[in-house]
C-alpha cells in the first residue's frame, strides 16, 4: 500500500483529532448526511495543495477550520496529514515514509511540511507530480463531480486525460521552461535596452578619446612650437636689449658733452654780450627747443607703453570672446544628466497615485523648481558683449598722446626754423662774440640731432618692453596649455636651417613671424577640441566599454540559454504528443470494454477532435524568433462518441443522469487503468446506480483494487461489501465528527 493514513485535526467538522489508516486495498467510509464523511475526501485535496477554496466549499481559508460548538472551543488553525509508504520510491525522496502535512490558519496563512521541514507548495506540487497524485486530478473524483469528464469542453477533457497519463510533470516542466523562457526574453530585452542607452555614450567617449589622442599629439607638436618660437624671441630679445644698450651709450655720452659745452658758452655769452638781444633770443629758443624735446620724448614713450597695453587687451578680448564661444558648446557630462533625471523621476514616482489637486499642484511646483535650477545652472548666454571701456580708453590716450606729440613737433619745426633765421643773422657778424655764438649754435644742431637718436632709441627700447612683456605673457600662457614642458625652451636646439641669418635680420623676423601665427593656429585647434581633464574621461571610456563588453556577454548568454530553452520546450512537446496519443488509444480500448461491461453491450471510443491546433514548424518559428507560445485554445481537444445498446444518440447531452454516471465511471476506470494512481478516491461516484449496475461497479472496483488503493465514500451496499475496512463517520450533539472503524475479517471471526 502507497497510503498509510490520514490525520485530521481541526479540518471541517473534525473537531478533535481523528486519523484513518489504509492497511488495505479497498476502504469504504460511510455515514448519514452531513456527518462529515465528504470532508474526508475534501482533506484528501487540501493536504494535497488544493487552492480553489470553492472546490473545498468554502468561501474563506477560515472556512476550513473549526468553527466551535457548545461543547468543543473553536480552533485556530486546522492541520491535514498524509503518510506515505515510499519503500519503493514512489515518491522521488529519500525516505522510506513520507509525510506531507498542510496547515491554515485562521488568518489565511498556510504552512506546508515535508516530513516535518517546511517547504513551497511548489515543492509538495513537484513532488507529487513524480508520482501521479495531484490535489484535483483524475483520482480524486467528488461528489456531483463523478460526469465531469462527460460535461467537460473537449480541450478540459484533454487535460484531465494528460493528468490521467501523468503528464503533469511534463506540464510542469514545461510551463517552467516557458516561464523561464519569458523570462530570459524579458531579461534579453533589459539587456538590450540598457545597451542601446549604453551605446551613445560609449560612441561620444570614444569620439572625446580620439580627441584626446589628437589633442596629446597636437600638444606634442605644440611644445615643439613653442620651444622653437621662443627660443628665437629669447635670442632676440637678449640681442635687441644689448644692441639698445651699446648703440645707447655713445650718443649719452656725447650728449653730456655737448651740454656741458653749451652751458659753458651760455655762461662766456651772459659775461661778454649781456644784454645782446639776438643772443638772449637765441638762448630762449635753444632752451624752449630743449623742453619741447624733452616733452616729445616723454609722449614718445607713453605712446609706446600704451600700444603695449593696448596689444595686450586686445589679445585678452579676443581670449574672452574665444572661451565664451567654447562655454556656448560646453557639454553636460552624462553623469549630470543621469543624476538630474534621476532626481525628477523620484519627486514625479512618489506622488504616481496622488489624486489630492493640493498635493499635485506641491509636486509640479518641485519639479519645475528642479529643472529650472538644472537649466539655470547649465543655461550659457548666446550673445557674448565683451568689456571694450579699458581698450576704449587705452586708445583715446594713444591718440591724445600722439596728437600732442604731432603739435609738439609742429613747435620743435617752427622752433627751429626762428633759431635757423636767426643764426643765419648771427653768421652775418664776424666779431668774436659772433664765433661763440656760431659754435654754440652748431654744439645746438648737435645736440638736437642726439637727441633724436636717443628718442629713436627710447622708441626701440619701448618696443623692446612691450616685447618682452609679451615674452613673459606667452611663457605664462603655455604653461596652462602644456605645463612645465615649456621650461624647455631654455635647452632648445632648432632644427632649421637658419643659423646663417641674423638675430635681427629682417628675414628671421619674418619666419618669426610665421612662428608665431603657426603657434596661435596650433592653439586654436587645441581649444576648439577641448579642455576636458584626459584621465577622468579615459577613466570614463574604459568604465563604459567594460559595461558594453559585459552587456555583450551577457547577450551571448541570454541567447545561448533562450535557444536551450526553446529545444526543451520543443522536445518537451515531441515527448507530450507522443506520449498523449498513446495513452489516449490505450484508454480509449479500456473505455471501450468497461463500457460495454456497464450498459451490457454497446461500444464508446476517444478521438481527437478535428479543431486544428497550430503546426509544429509554427510553434518552432515562434520559438525560434523568441516568442512565448500562449495557450493554445485550437489545440485540438478529446471527443467522446458511444453507442448504447438497441438506442440511438446523437450526442452525450441526449444520456439520461444514469447512463451520464455509468459512462463516466467507465471512463474514469479507463484511464485509473492505463496509468493507475496509488490510490483513487470515490466520493458517492455510485450514487444514480441501480441494483445490476452496482454489481457492475462493484466488479469494477475490485477488479481496479489491484492496481490502486481505493477508498471509497457509498450509501450503496453493494460497494461496502466490497471494502475490507469499513469506516463510520457520526456526528454527536456537539457536532464534532468521529470515526468508528470495522475490519471485516475480523468481524467474521467475531460473528463465528
Not at 71 to 83: D, G, L
Request: proline residues 2%.
Amino acid at each position: 500500500m502507497y497510503l498509510k493514513s490520514l490525520e485530521l485535526i481541526g479540518f471541517k467538522s473534525f473537531g478533535k483529532k481523528c486519523t484513518l489508516e489504509f492497511s488495505t486495498p479497498i476502504t469504504s467510509i460511510v455515514g448519514p448526511n452531513g456527518s462529515g464523511k465528504s470532508n474526508t475526501a475534501e482533506a484528501f485535496r487540501f493536504v494535497l495543495g488544493e487552492q480553489s477554496i470553492k472546490s473545498l466549499r468554502g468561501k474563506r481559508g477560515e472556512d476550513l477550520i473549526w468553527g466551535g460548538s457548545s461543547e468543543v472551543p473553536r480552533s485556530n488553525r486546522a492541520s491535514v496529514k498524509a503518510v506515505f509508504d515510499n519503500t519503493k520510491r514512489l515518491l522521488d525522496i529519500d525516505f522510506d515514509e513520507v509525510v506531507i502535512e498542510r496547515v491554515v490558519y485562521r488568518e489565511g496563512t498556510n504552512e506546508y511540511l515535508i516530513n516535518g521541514s517546511k517547504v513551497r507548495l511548489k515543492d509538495v506540487s513537484n513532488l507529487l507530480a513524480g508520482a501521479n497524485i495531484g490535489a484535483s486530478g483524475h483520482h480524486i473524483i467528488s461528489q456531483g463531480e463523478a460526469d465531469r469528464v462527460i460535461v467537460a469542453t473537449s480541450r478540459e477533457r484533454r487535460q484531465i486525460i494528460e493528468d490521467a497519463l501523468g503528464l503533469r510533470v511534463y506540464q510542469y516542466k514545461k510551463e517552467e521552461s516557458l516561464r523561464k523562457l519569458e523570462k530570459t526574453e524579458e531579461n534579453r530585452g533589459q539587456v538590450e535596452a540598457l545597451r542601446h542607452e549604453n551605446i551613445p555614450h560609449l560612441r561620444f567617449l570614444e569620439r572625446q578619446v580620439k580627441k584626446l589622442e589628437k589633442a596629446r599629439v597636437l600638444r606634442e607638436e605644440l611644445v615643439y612650437a613653442y620651444h622653437e618660437y621662443l627660443k628665437h624671441e629669447e635670442d632676440h630679445l637678449q640681442f635687441e636689449r644689448e644692441s639698445v644698450a651699446g648703440l645707447r651709450e655713445e650718443p649719452s655720452r656725447e650728449i653730456r658733452e655737448v651740454g656741458k659745452r653749451i652751458e659753458n658758452i651760455r655762461s662766456e655769452l651772459e659775461k661778454t654780450k649781456k644784454g645782446n638781444k639776438e643772443s638772449e633770443a637765441l638762448l630762449t629758443i635753444e632752451k624752449r627747443l630743449s623742453e619741447l624735446r624733452t616733452e616729445q620724448t616723454t609722449f614718445a614713450r607713453s605712446v609706446g607703453r600704451i600700444e603695449g597695453q593696448i596689444s595686450f587687451e586686445e589679445r585678452r578680448l579676443e581670449d574672452e570672446k574665444k572661451k565664451a564661444s567654447e562655454e556656448e558648446g560646453r557639454p553636460i557630462s552624462y553623469s549630470t544628466v543621469r543624476s538630474f533625471w534621476d532626481e525628477l523621476t523620484l519627486i514625479l514616482k512618489e506622488r504616481d497615485d496622488e489624486e489630492d489637486v493640493d498635493m499635485l499642484k506641491k509636486v509640479l511646483k518641485e519639479a519645475r523648481r528642479t529643472v529650472a535650477a538644472f537649466v539655470g545652472h547649465h543655461l550659457v548666454k548666446t550673445e557674448y558683449i565683451p568689456d571694450t571701456s579699458i581698450l576704449l580708453r587705452l586708445q583715446k590716450e594713444k591718440e591724445f598722446a600722439e596728437t600732442k606729440s604731432v603739435d609738439i613737433s609742429k613747435d620743435i619745426l617752427e622752433q627751429e626754423q626762428r633759431m635757423r633765421l636767426l643764426s643765419e643773422e648771427i653768421e652775418k657778424e664776424k666779431d668774436e662774440s659772433r664765433e661763440i655764438e656760431r659754435e654754440l649754435f652748431t654744439l645746438i644742431a648737435a645736440q638736437t640731432e642726439l637727441r633724436s637718436t636717443l628718442a629713436k632709441l627710447d622708441a626701440r627700447e619701448s618696443t623692446l618692453r612691450r616685447d618682452e612683456d609679451e615674452f613673459k605673457r606667452e611663457i605664462g600662457e603655455g604653461i596652462v596649455l602644456i605645463g612645465r614642458q615649456i621650461q624647455g625652451y631654455k635647452d632648445f636646439v632648432p632644427k632649421d636651417d637658419h643659423t646663417d641669418l641674423g638675430l635681427d635680420d629682417e628675414k628671421e623676423r619674418t619666419l618669426q613671424t610665421e612662428r608665431r601665427r603657426n603657434l596661435e593656429k596650433m592653439k586654436i585647434r587645441l581649444e576648439e577640441i577641448g579642455g576636458a581633464s584626459a584621465d577622468e574621461i579615459t577613466k570614463e571610456y574604459t568604465e563604459v566599454k567594460e559595461r558594453d563588453e559585459f552587456l555583450e556577454k551577457e547577450l551571448v548568454d541570454l541567447e545561448q540559454s533562450a535557444e536551450l530553452l526553446r529545444k526543451l520546450i520543443n522536445e518537451l512537446e515531441k515527448e507530450l504528443g507522443e506520449k498523449f496519443t498513446q495513452g489516449l488509444t490505450e484508454i480509449s480500448t479500456q473505455f471501450n470494454s468497461f463500457f460495454a461491461l456497464m450498459f451490457g453491450g454497446g461500444s464508446a471510443s476517444l478521438t481527437l477532435s478535428e479543431i486544428k491546433r497550430k503546426s509544429k514548424s509554427d510553434v518552432d518559428t515562434m520559438l525560434t524568433d523568441g516568442e512565448i507560445p500562449e495557450e493554445d485554445d485550437t489545440q485540438a481537444g478529446v471527443d467522446i462518441s458511444v453507442s448504447l445498446p438497441k438506442k440511438r444518440i446523437q450526442s452525450l447531452m441526449m444520456l439520461s443522469g444514469g447512463e451520464r454516471a455509468l459512462t463516466s465511471i467507465a471512463l474514469i476506470f479507463a484511464m485509473s487503468q492505463v496509468n493507475p494512481p496509488p490510490f483513487l478516491i470515490l466520493d458517492e461516484t455510485d450514487a444514480a446506480l441501480d441494483e445490476a449496475n452496482s454489481r457492475r461497479y462493484g466488479d469494477m472496483i475490485q477488479n481496479l483494487s489491484e492496481k490502486s488503493q481505493l477508498i471509497v465514500i457509498t450509501h450503496n451496499r453493494e460497494t461496502m461489501s466490497r471494502a475490507d475496512i469499513l469506516y463510520g463517520i457520526t456526528m454527536g450533539i456537539d457536532g464534532v465528527s468521529r470515526i468508528l472503524s470495522v475490519k471485516f475479517d475480523d468481524a467474521v471471526t467475531v460473528a463465528k
